[in-house]
C-alpha cells in the first residue's frame, strides 16, 4: 500500500476539509469521522490567499470530505471530495447525499 497525500488550497473564502460519513453528511462533524479521520479546521482564503492543508491517507478505506462552512450550506451546494469511492460508493452518489442532507 501507498501512503497518499492529499493537499487543498483555499481561493478567495473561508474553507475546511472534514471528514464525514457517506449517507448523511451534511453537516460534518467537528474532528472528523473515523480511524484516520481528519478536520483542516477553517481556513481564509481571503487573508491568506493559497492557504494549504496537506494530511497523508494511510489507508485504502473510502474517505468522504466536506467543508464545515457555513453549518453544511456549503457541502449542500455539492463541495464536496471522494477518497478512495467504491464501485457501491461512488464520488456521484456521495455529492447526492450531500446535496439532499
Given at each position: 500500500?501507498?501512503?497518499?497525500?492529499?493537499?487543498?488550497?483555499?481561493?478567495?473564502?473561508?474553507?475546511?476539509?472534514?471528514?464525514?460519513?457517506?449517507?448523511?453528511?451534511?453537516?460534518?462533524?467537528?474532528?472528523?469521522?473515523?480511524?484516520?479521520?481528519?478536520?483542516?479546521?477553517?481556513?481564509?482564503?481571503?487573508?491568506?490567499p493559497g492557504s494549504t492543508f496537506?494530511?497523508?491517507?494511510?489507508?485504502?478505506?473510502?474517505?468522504?470530505?466536506?467543508?464545515?462552512?457555513a453549518g453544511g450550506a456549503q457541502?449542500?451546494?455539492?463541495?464536496?471530495?471522494?477518497?478512495?469511492?467504491?464501485?457501491?460508493?461512488?464520488?456521484?452518489?456521495?455529492?447526492?447525499?450531500?446535496?439532499?442532507?
Open positions: 500500500m501507498t501512503d497518499l497525500n492529499a493537499r487543498g488550497q483555499t481561493s478567495d473564502s473561508t474553507h475546511s476539509a472534514t471528514t464525514t460519513t457517506f449517507t448523511s453528511p451534511c453537516p460534518p462533524p467537528p474532528g472528523g469521522v473515523g480511524p484516520n479521520g481528519f478536520d483542516s479546521g477553517f481556513h481564509n482564503g481571503v487573508s491568506a496537506t494530511t497523508t491517507i494511510l489507508d485504502t478505506e473510502p474517505h468522504w470530505v466536506l467543508c464545515m462552512q457541502c449542500r451546494l455539492g463541495m464536496t471530495l471522494a477518497i478512495n469511492p467504491t464501485a457501491d460508493q461512488t464520488e456521484a452518489q456521495f455529492m447526492t447525499n450531500a446535496i439532499n442532507s
